[in-house]
Each structure stands twice: as C-alpha cells, then as structure tokens.
C-alpha cells in the first residue's frame, strides 16, 4: 500500500506517458486517456490503491511510446476521479504528490510498470540565503500579478514555512505562462533555492514580454484614437466644403492622396507633394496659386516614376529591324547590337549607352534612332536642340514665373510614360548661348552616368533619375560641340554613301516608300538601273539621299499626271528624253581633269566636303616681279599658311632642286584653286599646293593619273588628314590612277577598303616626305634633272673662263692717250 506522503524506498507503479504535459507536485489537472496501454495503466492503478507514475514523452508524435521514450523524471501521482467516455476513453483527475524517478521499468501485458524512487525537496532550512531569494520571487510575482490580472494576486501572502515556499513554487509554475521544456526542467529540479532561481529568471522575461505588450497596445491604441480624430475633423470638413460648394476639390485631393500610393514616388517627391496638397485645401480653387499648385501637382504624379518597358533581348529580331530600316551603317548596328548583347548576359546592368551620332545631312542620323527604340522594344522620344539658345529648355523654369515649365528633357520623359525611352537629341552641335544661359553646360549632368540618376528640374525641385535613359545625340560637325560635352559620349562617325549605296538605298527602301505613298504599282512606274544612276551623278550633289528621294517622288507625280490624261498607257518607263524633258540640264557636272602633256604648275588634289568627296586642280603660274605671293579662290586661314609653308620648304631645298637661292626675289608667284566661290580650308592640300610650285618653279610637267592629299611641315614631312573614305571615293570616280597618302593614314586606309572595295581600281601609295611626292608626281625626277641642270652649267662656266683666259694672252696694240678739254 502506497500513502500520499513523500516516500525514499523504492515503489512499482503503472506508468503513464502524457504528450506535451508536465505535472508538478501539488497540482490537479484532467486528462483524458484514449491509448490502449495508457487505459491499462489506468486500469492496472485503480486496482492498487489509485498510485500511477505520470511522466512526459520527449518526442510527442511517437503514439506507442517504450520506457526509452520518456523522461526518466516525473510525478507520482494519485487519481482521485474517473469517468467514462464514448469509445471507450477515460477521462481521470489527477493530483501530483511528489517528485520522484524512474529507477527499473517492465513491459506487463501492454503496459509498463516502472520502479521509482520519490526525490525529497532539498535546501529547506530557513537561511538568509533562501529569504532573499523568496523576497525576490515575491516582488517579482507582485509586478507579474500587476501585468495579468487573470492570476490570484495573493497566492504567497499565506506562506509561514519553508514546506509552504516549496508547495507556493510549484504552484506559482503552474501558473505561469511557461512551455513545456520550461516546465519540465522545474520538475527535475528538487532543490528548493535552484528552483526558485530558474523561477525568478522565467518570471523576469514574463514581465519583460507582458511590459512590451503593453507598450504596443498603447501606442496601437493612441494610433486608432488618432486616426479616428482624424477620421472625425476629416468629415467636418467634407460637410463644410460641401456646404461652400468646393467637395469636387476635395475628391480630386482624395483621388490625388490614393493615386500617390501607387507611383513609387521618392520619399522626398511624396513628401513635396503632400506639401503641396496642404497648401492647395486651405485656398480658394480659382487663386492663382491654386492653380500652379495644382498644375504642380499634376506634373509630379504624369511622371513615370517606377514604370519601365522590358527590353526586347532578341539579338536576331534586333538585327533585323535595323538592316530592315538602313542601309550600311555598320558601326552603329554594331554598337547596340553589342548592348544588347551586354544586357542579356548581364542580369544586373541598368545603365544606357549615350551615343553621338556624327555625319552629313541625310545619312539617316535621326531615323536611325527611332530604328533604336523600335529594335530594344522601347519608347521614342526626339528633341531637337537646333538654334536653342535658353539654359531654362533643359532645366526648366522655377514656379516663380509665370507659366512656368518644366524642361525639354522632363517634358519627353512625361511623353513616353515610361522611365527607359530613347530619347534622340537631334541637331546638338547647333545650340547656341546667350545672356539667358549656355544649354550645353546644362547637358553635361544629363549626359554624365555618374550624375543623371540625381538630374534636378527647376519646375520640379526634386531629383529625378534618368540613367536608365538611352540619349542618341546627333550632329553633322564635332567642331560645334563643346570639349567637355563630346567627351561625356561615345562617337561613331557616319560617313556619306557611295553611289553604289546610294543606288541600293533608292532600290530598297525610296523606291517603295514613295509607291505605297503616291499608290503606285511597282509595274506603272519603271527606273532603269542606268537612269538611276546618272540622277545620282548629274542632278543631286549630296552625302545623303534626301535630293534623290524628293526626285524620285517628283518623277512619280510626273507619272501620275501621264496615267490620269492617258488612261491606255499602263505604265511609264524613265528614259534620257523624259528626264530631261522633267528635270531639266543636268544641274551638276564634274570638273573635268585636264590630261595634257603640258601640265606645269598644275596638280590635282582631293579634297572633303560636307557632300562628299571632290577633287580640286591647283594651278601655280610664275611672274617677273619683286617676291609677291598671291593666293587666290577664296582659301581660308589654314590653307593660306599651308601654302606659305610648302613654298619656306622650297627655298630651303633651293640647290637640290636646281634653283638658285634668290630664285624668288624677282618672280611673283600666284596660287589659284578654280570655284572660287566656294570656301575652302584645311592643311590637307599642302604637299599638292608644293607641287604645284616645284612644278612652275622648275618647268617640270605633274602626272596627270596622279591625285594627293596630305599636310606638310617646313620640314618637309607628310602628316595624316581626315575624310579618307569620302577623297578615295572622289579619286576612283574620277579615274585616278594613282593616289598619295600619308604614311600615318595607313590603318585608316585598310579599314576603309574594306568598306568601299577599291583597291581593285586605285594604287595607293604611301609617302612620309616630300622628297617622295616629287619623285611620284613629276614627269622628270627633280633631284636627278636638278644634277644635270648643274653639271652643265658648271660646263659652260668652264668654257667661259677658258675663253676669257686665251683672249687675255693676245699681245694688243698701246695707243696714247687723248687729250681731254676741260670745261672751264
């Protein structure tokens, strides 16, 4: 027989394993029993006096738990009620009577008995030790019992001796808000001090939570009572307005409030907006400061903030749309091709190239950068620079003025809704600055990677990030660009067309542009290869295809007219008569390349224009005279020291080249470039202008197959020009043979052929002195004729002397001399 009191000899009781349920000495708890050997326990317990040992399982999915699978801790306990339930399970009231262990245990039919052995509180002498720390778990249970009111206040008041202090611990844990593994480890421990310890330490984190809780509650509750103040003044004011006949305001503000939510504004953006939302309820709807706030207003929610188009990473269909819209212009094509490339390899590249488009008018600078955005899959905006002149355009106006605006660039980005466009800056090399502001400058924090995602509108006052903006600038010269701008961009130089392109391009693309718009048939109007090609020669002078595409409609309307008076002509074929007959004289004609023998003092020359490439004949003819330069067909600065230059080289090689070292102080020399209306510059024609001279100075005929371009020193050297590619074109359509080009030119050269394909009709040959170009481009080596010319002259110098020494050797005749009158 087993009593209720605490017992150190051994004891064999039922066992019964409880899921996530720690009994404590002291405490009553029901439980319902449902498992078979649990309802044996019970059973087996009921029998012996109502004893059973009740431990927890340490894992709590095990639904047939061994004598490995409980804590070897527990409590014997007693049963003190039993009812039955439906299904044959059990529910029992238990009452917890000490702590005791598992020392043996036995599997019984389906159930297991275990041999426990009771553990006896310990550390229960009263000592100072055990009153401070009691005084401690009162205090602390005292501002517990203040935090949750659902737990007796006065549970320790009753306590007179330490048997009391172990009962109230136990008591005070049941209480508590403690989990599973917080309770079984009070259960494991009988000494009293260590279990008021452990209890004081979990009462402190309670207090700590409850004390939180509290704080969140109130600040949850001051935010309700706010909102709910809010919520009352908000629709007082509503009926006020509404009695004063403003409510349509104070819609559109609350439209204007939830709409704001969903822009992904800018902290500093929603902040300045709000502002001006408060501003704008306290005035009258029809001030005019309500009506620039609102304007304001409007301008900041247009915007888009966070909305972006997803590129088209497709580098086939890319490719495709830009051979589609243009023709040639590799380098370009290649540069985005490139970024797409980039893009799809890179997940987290965000930046846009900022792109300078340099070219003539016509080579499709503009069209090119909607052909862009179409082939990235993004919107398209243009803004043209030509003749902007006001720092306000890009900037914007501050709100101060009157109509105030935003700038060009914020306008675009409102008209392409989203936060990626293309944005096109056409014509950037023909701004211009004034009193009111250089807009170039303003351009350099639009066009700077490091500084456009903080770009700042004067209009807006907040910062607006344009990075992922792609800029495509176009220009026709860089010499208009300031230095600091052109460095901000990537160049690509666009060269004029061949005819050959020019030709493909009218195929291709003019052609059929020009039917679909005039509704013609491609069977109705028929342009023989020929024909197209002599109106490229004869009647358009350009780098471009604009002159050709306005000829080409021209002719259709011509057509037009010839099908709608005669409805039995089906179609109409160009020829010769018809486009003389429409067009009139050929408008322009080559110069015609003089080819005879005698060609002293003339040499031709390649030369660049804004239109393409050309040739110049320099003529140089000698004077009698004092030493007088004379230059004449309207040359620029350059071009005038140039010649000033080729003709210091040529007095300092005077002997060489069988001059005599005064040769210039009695001849006038006189330089004249033919198409002296059109101005010309640059340093490229000087070793041709030196030829020239060396020509007329020595009576040595040029080679008329021969044509040259490059600069020349004083002493003498060949330094690299420009627009190679345009000179090489001029060369071959006019049936050079032979070209000179500065040795420096050499790598520009090769990428050129392979481009325009010429090295099958022109020999070009590479020269570093001047020395060279003479020898190539005259009739008769200069220095060899220069040889001759001495040693003969040094021959007749001889025979003189001789001559003059046998005279002197003669015996002549005295005579006396005559007597002079003096004149007195």
């Known amino acids: 027989m087993i009593d209720n009191e605490n017992n150190n000899e051994s004891t064999t009781l039922a066992l019964l394993p409880l899921k996530n349920v720690v009994i404590l000495p002291k405490s009553i708890i029901p439980i319902i029993v449902g498992r078979a050997s649990s309802i044996a326990a019970v059973e087996y317990s009921l029998r012996h006096n109502k004893a059973i040992f009740i431990t927890a399982q340490i894992h709590p999915d095990i639904e047939h738990p061994t004598e490995k699978d409980v804590f070897v801790h527990g409590t014997r306990s007693t049963i003190l009620q039993v009812m039955r339930m439906p299904k044959g399970t059990l529910k029992i009231l238990v009452e917890g009577i000490c702590r005791s262990k598992i020392v043996k245990s036995e599997l019984v039919e389906n159930f297991i008995t275990v041999e426990i052995e009771d553990l006896p509180t310990t550390s229960l002498e009263k000592t100072i030790e055990l009153e401070a720390l009691w005084r401690q778990l009162k205090s602390l249970y005292g501002a517990y019992a203040q935090l949750n009111t659902k737990i007796p206040l006065d549970l320790m008041t009753s306590t007179k001796s330490s048997e009391d202090m172990d009962n109230i611990v136990d008591t005070l844990a049941v209480h508590l808000n403690l989990s599973f593994e917080e309770r079984q480890e009070i259960l494991e421990v009988p000494d009293l001090k260590e279990r008021i310890v452990k209890l004081c330490a979990f009462l402190q984190r309670e207090i700590d939570i409850l004390e939180t809780e509290e704080r969140i509650r109130g600040s949850i509750q001051k935010q309700v009572e706010k909102n709910q103040r809010e919520y009352y003044l908000t629709e007082q004011m509503k009926a006020i307005q509404k009695e004063l006949g403003r409510d349509d305001v104070q819609s559109d503000l609350s439209h204007i409030r939830s709409k704001l939510k969903s822009l992904g504004l800018s902290p500093e953006a929603h902040d300045k907006v709000e502002k001006e939302l408060r501003r704008l309820e306290q005035m009258p709807p029809l001030s005019q400061e309500a009506v620039v706030s609102r304007n304001y207003i409007d301008w900041i929610i247009s915007m888009p903030w966070t909305k972006v188009s997803k590129d088209s990473i497709s580098l086939e269909q890319a490719e495709i749309i830009l051979n589609k819209s243009h023709a040639g212009l590799k380098k370009p094509k290649e540069r985005i091709i490139e970024f797409l490339a980039a893009k799809k390899f890179s997940k987290t590249l965000e930046r846009s190239p900022i792109i300078c488009l340099i070219g003539p008018p016509g080579v499709g600078k503009t069209s090119l950068g909607q052909s862009i955005a179409e082939s990235l899959g993004r919107e398209f905006v243009r803004i043209s620079l030509g003749g902007l002149k006001d720092e306000a355009e890009i900037r914007g106006h501050r709100r101060?003025?009157?109509?105030?605006?935003?700038?060009?660039?914020?306008?675009?980005?409102?008209?392409?809704?989203?936060?990626?466009?293309?944005?096109?800056?056409?014509?950037?090399?023909?701004?211009?600055?004034?009193?009111?502001?250089?807009?170039?400058?303003?351009?350099?924090?639009?066009?700077?990677?490091?500084?456009?995602?903080?770009?700042?509108?004067?209009?807006?006052?907040?910062?607006?990030?344009?990075?992922?903006?792609?800029?495509?600038?176009?220009?026709?010269?860089?010499?208009?660009?300031?230095?600091?701008?052109?460095?901000?961009?990537?160049?690509?130089?666009?060269?004029?067309?061949?005819?050959?392109?020019?030709?493909?391009?009218?195929?291709?693309?003019?052609?059929?542009?020009?039917?679909?718009?005039?509704?013609?048939?491609?069977?109705?109007?028929?342009?023989?290869?020929?024909?197209?090609?002599?109106?490229?020669?004869?009647?358009?002078?350009?780098?471009?295809?604009?002159q050709i595409e306005r000829i080409i409609a021209k002719l259709m309307r011509k057509t037009i007219q010839i099908l709608l008076k005669d409805p039995t002509v089906k179609n109409v074929t160009i020829t010769n008569e018809l486009l003389k007959e429409w067009l009139g004289h050929p408008r322009y004609r080559r110069t015609v390349l003089e080819r005879g023998p005698e060609r002293i003092g003339l040499v031709t020359g390649l030369a660049w224009t804004e239109v393409g490439g050309d040739v110049l004949e320099i003529e140089v003819i000698v004077l009698p005279g004092k030493g007088a330069l004379t230059l004449t067909g309207q040359l620029g600065d350059v071009m005038q020291e140039s010649a000033h230059a080729a003709l210091s080289y040529i007095r300092s090689r005077a002997e060489s080249l069988g001059l005599k070292e005064s040769f210039y102080a009695s001849k006038d020399i006189h330089i004249h470039i033919p198409e002296g209306a059109t101005p010309k510059d640059g340093p490229s024609a000087g070793i041709t202008m030196c030829l020239a001279l060396v020509s007329a100075l020595t009576k040595n005929p040029t080679r008329g197959d021969v044509a040259m371009t490059g600069e020349i020193t004083l002493r003498g050297r060949v330094l690299a020009i420009g627009g190679l590619k345009e000179k090489l074109l001029a060369a071959r359509q006019y049936g050079i043979k032979i070209v000179l080009i500065p040795e420096e030119n050499r790598g520009d050269v090769e990428e050129i052929l392979k481009d325009i394909g010429t090295q099958d009709h022109l020999n070009i040959i590479f020269v570093t002195h001047m020395d060279e170009v003479l020898k190539l481009a005259l009739e008769k080596n200069p220095f060899v004729h220069s040889l001759e010319k001495n040693k003969a002259s040094a021959e007749d110098e001889a025979d003189t002397t001789k001559e003059t020494s046998s005279k002197e050797a003669k015996p002549t005749k005295t005579r006396a001399p005559k007597k002079e009158k003096k004149s007195e």
């Open 400 to 546: 101060t003025y009157i109509g105030a605006m935003p700038g060009k660039i914020i306008q675009a980005m409102r008209k392409a809704k989203t936060s990626n466009p293309v944005i096109l800056l056409d014509e950037i090399d023909k701004m211009s600055s004034d009193f009111h502001g250089d807009p170039s400058s303003a351009l350099l924090e639009v066009l700077d990677p490091e500084q456009n995602k903080t770009f700042v509108d004067h209009f807006l006052e907040v910062e607006y990030d344009l990075s992922k903006v792609m800029f495509i600038a176009t220009a026709n010269l860089s010499d208009g660009i300031p230095y600091a701008l052109y460095d901000r961009m990537e160049r690509i130089i666009l060269s004029g067309y061949t005819e050959a392109e020019k030709a493909e391009i009218a195929r291709s693309f003019l052609i059929p542009k020009n039917l679909k718009e005039y509704s013609l048939k491609r069977t109705q109007f028929k342009l023989p290869d020929d024909i197209l090609k002599k109106i490229i020669s004869d009647y358009t002078k350009e780098a471009g295809v604009r």
